[in-house]
C-alpha cells in the first residue's frame, strides 16, 4: 500500500499549468458551433439569377479536398466572388475590429498600447495580402455545378488564356479545359484580346462527340467605339483579316458564312451608347452580359443591374454570364444553361450552332443564368459586407462542411490550448527497482 501511495505522489507532484479549463475559454468555439450548427444549410449556394430562389435540378458538388478543407476553401472562395468594393469594406471591418479589440484589452505588457495596436494591424495586412496570394495563385479544389437534366448544356461565353496580354502566361488552353471541367462547364468560348492562338490549341484536342468531355470553341473579344468591350462568337484564326488592330469588327463575311454572334461585355463604362440604331449596325449585338465574374465586373453589376436588365429588355438582348477568367482564382461566379436535346452526340462545332441559335432568334429565355451565392451591397449598404458574407458563407454550407468545420474549430481550440499553456502531457516517472 505504501508503495502505491508513493507512486501516485510522484504521479502527481508534476505541475499541470493550463490544464485547467475555465468555462470562458470555451466562448468563442461554443460559439462558432453553435453558429454552423443552428444556421448551416439556410441557403442555397446556388440561385436562379431571375428570383434567387435555389433552381431545381441543379446542384453543387464538392470535392472532398475542398470539404476536408471548408473553412479555408469557404473563406478563399468568398473573397473571389467579392467586387473590389465589397473587398476594401470588408478588409477595413476587420481592422477596425482588430483595433477595437486591441485597445480595450488590458496592456500587461511594457510596450506601449499604440505600438501593440500597430503591430496589430500590420498582421491584419500581411494575413490579408497572404489570404489574397492564395486566392490569385494558389491551386485548390474548385466547387462545381452539376446539372440533372442531361439535356442541359452548361457554357462560359467570355474567357482567357495566356494568349491575352493581361492573362497569366503560364495558362494554356489545357489549363483552361481543367479549369472548366472542375467548375462543371461542358462549354467554353475562348475569347482572348484580339488573338485565336489559345482557342486554335484548344480546338485541336476537344473531344469528337461534345458529351465525352469539355469543348473550348473559338471566339475573340474586341472592341467596339473603342471603349466597350465586345465578345465574337464563331470567329476563328480565318478571320483575322475582319478585325482591325484594335479589334474593331469590319465588313465582310466569316470563313464559316455565318454572321457572328456578339455580346457586350462588362465592366463597360457605356452602355448609354447600346442602342437600337448600333444594333443595325457592326458588330450587330445579340447579348449583354448580366454577370461578369471580373471584380469590376461584379461591382457595376451590384449597382447596375436593373439598368442592365431594362436596357437588354427594350433592345431585346440576351442576357447572359461569363467567368472573364484570365487564369487566376479557383471560385466560379455564375453559368449559363441552355436546353439542347442530343448535344452530348454533336460534335463540338454543331453544339456551338446550336448555342449561336437563340442568340440569332432572340429567344430571351433560351439561357439561365444561375449564380454563386455572394453579397449583392453597394453604396452605402457597403459596411454590410462582412456580416453578409459570413451567413452567406455558414448558411450555404453542406452537411458534410458541417462536420469539417467542427473539426477544425476544437481541434484549433485543442491545439492553442497546448501552445498556449507550453506543456505536454506528464511523464510517469517508473518506481525505483526493489533489485
Same mark, same amino acid.
Given at each position: 500500500?505504501?508503495?502505491?501511495?508513493?507512486?501516485?505522489?510522484?504521479?502527481?507532484?508534476?505541475?499541470?499549468?493550463?490544464?485547467?479549463?475555465?468555462?470562458?475559454? &470555451?466562448?468563442?468555439?461554443? &460559439?462558432? @458551433?453553435?453558429?454552423?450548427?443552428?444556421? $448551416?444549410?439556410?441557403?442555397?449556394?446556388?440561385? !436562379?439569377?431571375?428570383?434567387?430562389?435555389?433552381?431545381?435540378?441543379?446542384?453543387?458538388?464538392?470535392?472532398?479536398?475542398?470539404?476536408?478543407?471548408?473553412?479555408?476553401?469557404?473563406?478563399? !472562395?468568398?473573397?473571389?466572388?467579392?467586387?473590389?468594393?465589397?473587398?476594401?469594406?470588408?478588409?477595413?471591418?476587420?481592422?477596425?475590429?482588430?483595433?477595437?479589440?486591441?485597445?480595450?484589452?488590458?496592456?500587461?505588457?511594457?510596450?506601449?498600447?499604440?505600438?501593440?495596436?500597430?503591430?496589430?494591424?500590420?498582421?491584419?495586412?500581411?494575413?490579408?495580402?497572404?489570404?489574397?496570394?492564395?486566392?490569385?495563385?494558389?491551386?485548390?479544389?474548385?466547387?462545381?455545378?452539376?446539372? @440533372?437534366?442531361?439535356?442541359?448544356?452548361?457554357?462560359?461565353?467570355?474567357?482567357?488564356?495566356?494568349?491575352?496580354? !493581361?492573362?497569366?502566361?503560364?495558362?494554356? $488552353?489545357?489549363?483552361?479545359?481543367?479549369?472548366?471541367?472542375?467548375?462543371?462547364?461542358?462549354?467554353?468560348?475562348?475569347?482572348?484580346?484580339?488573338?485565336?492562338?489559345?482557342?486554335?490549341?484548344?480546338?485541336?484536342?476537344?473531344?469528337?462527340?461534345?458529351?465525352?468531355?469539355?469543348?473550348?470553341?473559338?471566339?475573340?473579344?474586341?472592341?467596339?467605339?473603342?471603349?466597350?468591350?465586345?465578345?465574337? &462568337?464563331?470567329?476563328?484564326?480565318? !478571320?483575322?483579316?475582319?478585325?482591325?488592330?484594335?479589334?474593331?469588327? &469590319?465588313?465582310?463575311?466569316?470563313?464559316?458564312?455565318?454572321?457572328?454572334?456578339?455580346?457586350?461585355?462588362?465592366?463597360?463604362?457605356?452602355?448609354?451608347?447600346?442602342?437600337?440604331?448600333?444594333?443595325?449596325?457592326?458588330?450587330?449585338?445579340?447579348?449583354?452580359?448580366?454577370?461578369?465574374?471580373?471584380?469590376?465586373?461584379?461591382?457595376?453589376?451590384?449597382?447596375?443591374?436593373?439598368?442592365?436588365?431594362?436596357?437588354?429588355?427594350?433592345?431585346?438582348?440576351?442576357?447572359?454570364?461569363?467567368?472573364?477568367?484570365?487564369?487566376?482564382?479557383?471560385?466560379?461566379?455564375?453559368?449559363?444553361?441552355?436546353?439542347?436535346?442530343?448535344?452530348?452526340?454533336?460534335?463540338?462545332?454543331?453544339?456551338?450552332?446550336?448555342?449561336?441559335?437563340?442568340?440569332?432568334?432572340?429567344?430571351?429565355?433560351?439561357?439561365?443564368?444561375?449564380?454563386?451565392?455572394?453579397?449583392?451591397?453597394?453604396?452605402?449598404?457597403?459596411?454590410?459586407?462582412?456580416?453578409?458574407?459570413?451567413?452567406?458563407?455558414?448558411?450555404?454550407?453542406?452537411? $458534410?462542411?458541417?462536420?469539417?468545420?467542427?473539426?477544425?474549430?476544437?481541434?484549433?481550440?485543442?491545439?492553442?490550448?497546448?501552445?498556449? @499553456?507550453?506543456?505536454?502531457?506528464?511523464?510517469?516517472?517508473?518506481?525505483? @527497482?526493489?533489485?
Amino acid at each position: 500500500m505504501a508503495d502505491a501511495r508513493s507512486h501516485h505522489s510522484r504521479i502527481t507532484a508534476y505541475p499541470q499549468p493550463g490544464r485547467e479549463i475555465n468555462i470562458r475559454q &470555451l466562448t468563442w468555439p461554443a &460559439l462558432l @458551433s453553435a453558429a454552423v450548427i443552428g444556421f $448551416a444549410g439556410r441557403v442555397s449556394s446556388v440561385v !436562379d439569377s431571375r428570383d434567387f430562389a435555389a433552381p431545381p435540378g441543379v446542384s453543387i458538388e464538392l470535392p472532398a479536398l475542398y470539404i476536408a478543407t471548408s473553412p479555408l476553401s469557404r473563406l478563399l !472562395d468568398t473573397l473571389t466572388l467579392l467586387s473590389n468594393p465589397q473587398s476594401v469594406a470588408l478588409f477595413v471591418t476587420v481592422a477596425a475590429i482588430v483595433t477595437a479589440s486591441l485597445a480595450a484589452r488590458r496592456n500587461r505588457s511594457t510596450r506601449p498600447q499604440w505600438l501593440r495596436i500597430v503591430a496589430g494591424l500590420i498582421s491584419v495586412i500581411l494575413s490579408i495580402a497572404a489570404l489574397e496570394a492564395i486566392v490569385v495563385f494558389a491551386p485548390r479544389p474548385m466547387a462545381r455545378l452539376v446539372v @440533372s437534366d442531361p439535356d442541359v448544356v452548361v457554357v462560359d461565353f467570355h474567357t482567357h488564356t495566356r494568349a491575352s496580354g !493581361d492573362a497569366n502566361q503560364r495558362f494554356t $488552353a489545357e489549363d483552361r479545359r481543367r479549369w472548366h471541367r472542375d467548375g462543371g462547364f461542358n462549354i467554353g468560348y475562348l475569347s482572348d484580346h484580339v488573338r485565336f492562338a489559345g482557342a486554335a490549341e484548344a480546338e485541336r484536342t476537344n473531344p469528337v462527340r461534345a458529351g465525352d468531355g469539355v469543348s473550348e470553341l473559338s471566339a475573340v473579344e474586341g472592341r467596339y467605339h473603342k471603349i466597350m468591350s465586345t465578345i465574337m &462568337l464563331g470567329l476563328t484564326a480565318a !478571320d483575322t483579316a475582319l478585325l482591325d488592330r484594335k479589334g474593331q469588327l &469590319l465588313p465582310g463575311v466569316p470563313a464559316s458564312g455565318r454572321t457572328p454572334v456578339t455580346i457586350i461585355a462588362l465592366p463597360n463604362r457605356n452602355l448609354d451608347s447600346v442602342t437600337a440604331e448600333s444594333l443595325d449596325s457592326l458588330p450587330h449585338f445579340a447579348g449583354l452580359e448580366l454577370v461578369d465574374a471580373a471584380p469590376r465586373g461584379l461591382s457595376q453589376l451590384d449597382r447596375e443591374e436593373l439598368k442592365i436588365r431594362r436596357l437588354a429588355a427594350a433592345l431585346r438582348l440576351m442576357l447572359v454570364s461569363s467567368s472573364n477568367n484570365h487564369g487566376y482564382g479557383r471560385a466560379v461566379a455564375a453559368w449559363n444553361l441552355i436546353r439542347i436535346p442530343g448535344w452530348r452526340a454533336l460534335p463540338p462545332d454543331s453544339v456551338g450552332r446550336l448555342i449561336e441559335q437563340p442568340f440569332r432568334e432572340r429567344s430571351l429565355n433560351a439561357v439561365t443564368i444561375v449564380k454563386r451565392l455572394r453579397p449583392r451591397n453597394h453604396g452605402v449598404a457597403i459596411v454590410w459586407t462582412l456580416p453578409v458574407a459570413l451567413w452567406q458563407m455558414i448558411g450555404s454550407l453542406a452537411a $458534410a462542411e458541417r462536420i469539417a468545420w467542427l473539426v477544425w474549430i476544437w481541434g484549433l481550440w485543442g491545439a492553442m490550448r497546448i501552445l498556449r @499553456s507550453g506543456t505536454v502531457p506528464p511523464r510517469i516517472k517508473p518506481p525505483p @527497482s526493489h533489485n
